[in-house]
Structures are given as structure tokens and as C-alpha cells.
């Protein structure tokens, strides 16, 4: 089935170390990809997303993504948190074939220790 | 601030009542999105309209409608709601052309009792 996982529910990171979030879609072209952030009580934020070209994708708040065809993979990474980055991250697809809805992974949150 | 509004942001109803949600997309947005947050299903499509009509339906119940005015705003009417139906509703909006970006409301947390 088509999908989008999301494999990690919970990430804890320390405040000034890396965080990287993992995202695997299934599908059998590539889909434009998002990452969207949640921080409590508000709504989507689109962090960066990839459509075709330079497979490193750099997006706002210092985060980058990367695009592995060969993985059907799009991880999202920052090289050093900061406590603000503590919010529910979201890894989306469009299939270009079908419109323009975004289907999403389940989510990973993602919690900064001190 | 995303540019996309979106009323009420609470709503408290009881079971078999009918809400209407309504949202405003960003100036020059002409396509509409309706999506539900919950617990159990996670963020899912409803319905997406453009300029007016149509466009996309997904995981949308029979009991819930949509519709896009000619000002483009939009409202999501939901019917004979069951507790099931508390949830996060996130309207979005976007140019139209696929792999556009969607612009997030701040959603409307809905509880039925």
C-alpha cells in the first residue's frame, strides 16, 4: 500500500546536539516531499520540501533535508537543537498524479533535554 | 502568522448537533483544503475546492460538506456528530498548482460530548 512512515513516535535530543528524523514513502514515482513542524497548540508550519534537482535541501530554522531515490527516503537534520525545536515534526508526499492533497506520516515528536 | 484564518478555534458541541467551521485562505489563494487531526487516525485529507468547485475528496465522512464561496472563503459543515468526530480541523490553502505549497490555519479543536 501507499504510504508514508514516519519509524521513530518519540525522539529525545539534547539541547546543542544533532537530531536527525527519519521519513520512507511508498510509492512508485517520486512524490514532491514536505517536512512540516507543529510546535503545541498551533498549526503546520512547512520547514522545506523537494521537487526535483539538488538532492540536499536546505529549509528554514537551520534544518536541511536529504533525498535518497534508492532508499525511497527523505530525512530530515539540524546539526544543533535548540530548545525552541521541541514541536511535532511531520513528513508529507503529493503524488503529482493525483491532485495536490498531502498525505502524511504519523509524526515524530521530538522532545529537547537541557 | 501564515496568512490563513481560520473560526472558531474551540468548539464544544454534544453528540447529533451540526458545526460549521469556516476558513479564510491567504490573498491569491485559490484552492482550499479541509484536514483532520486526531489521535487515532493522525492528519488526513478531507476535501480540497478550487475557485469554487470541487477539486479532490479524500477520507471524508458523508455526514461532513464543504463548500467554497465566490470569495473564496470556505466552510466545513459537519452533521449528527459522534464523539469520534473530536478532532483538529486544519484548513490550508494554496496557489493550485500540484506540489504547491499549503498554508496551515491554526486549526479548530473540536470536542463533542
Known amino acids: 500500500a501507499q504510504s508514508v512512515t514516519q519509524p521513530d513516535i518519540h525522539i529525545t535530543v539534547s539541547e546543542g546536539a544533532s537530531l536527525e528524523l527519519r521519513c520512507n514513502y511508498s510509492?512508485?514515482?517520486?512524490?514532491?516531499l514536505f517536512w512540516y513542524v507543529q510546535s503545541p497548540g498551533q498549526g503546520l508550519q512547512l520547514l522545506l520540501k523537494?521537487?526535483?534537482?539538488?538532492?540536499l535541501v536546505q529549509g528554514i530554522k537551520g534544518f536541511e533535508a536529504e533525498f535518497k531515490r534508492s532508499q525511497s527516503s527523505f530525512n530530515l537534520r539540524k546539526p544543533s537543537v535548540h530548545w525552541s525545536d521541541a514541536a511535532e515534526y511531520f513528513c508529507a508526499v503529493v503524488i503529482k498524479a493525483a491532485g495536490n492533497k498531502l498525505t502524511f506520516g504519523g509524526g515524530t515528536r521530538v522532545l529537547v533535554k537541557p | 502568522d501564515s496568512g490563513v484564518t481560520q473560526t472558531p478555534k474551540h468548539l464544544i458541541t454534544a453528540t447529533g448537533q451540526r458545526v460549521t467551521l469556516r476558513c479564510s485562505p491567504r490573498s491569491g489563494d485559490l484552492s482550499v483544503y479541509w484536514y483532520q487531526q486526531s489521535l487515532d487516525q493522525g492528519l488526513q485529507f478531507l476535501i480540497q475546492?478550487?475557485?469554487?468547485?470541487?477539486?479532490a475528496k479524500g477520507n471524508i465522512l458523508e455526514r461532513f460538506s464543504a463548500q467554497q464561496f465566490p470569495d473564496l472563503h470556505s466552510e466545513l459543515n459537519l452533521s449528527s456528530l459522534e464523539l469520534g468526530d473530536s478532532a483538529l480541523y486544519f484548513c490550508a490553502s494554496s496557489v493550485a498548482t500540484p506540489g504547491e505549497t499549503q498554508y496551515f490555519g491554526p486549526g479548530t479543536r473540536l470536542l463533542v460530548l
Open positions: 475546492y478550487y475557485n469554487g468547485e470541487e477539486r
Open positions: 510509492y512508485g514515482a517520486t512524490p514532491y
Open positions: 523537494y521537487f526535483s534537482g539538488d538532492t
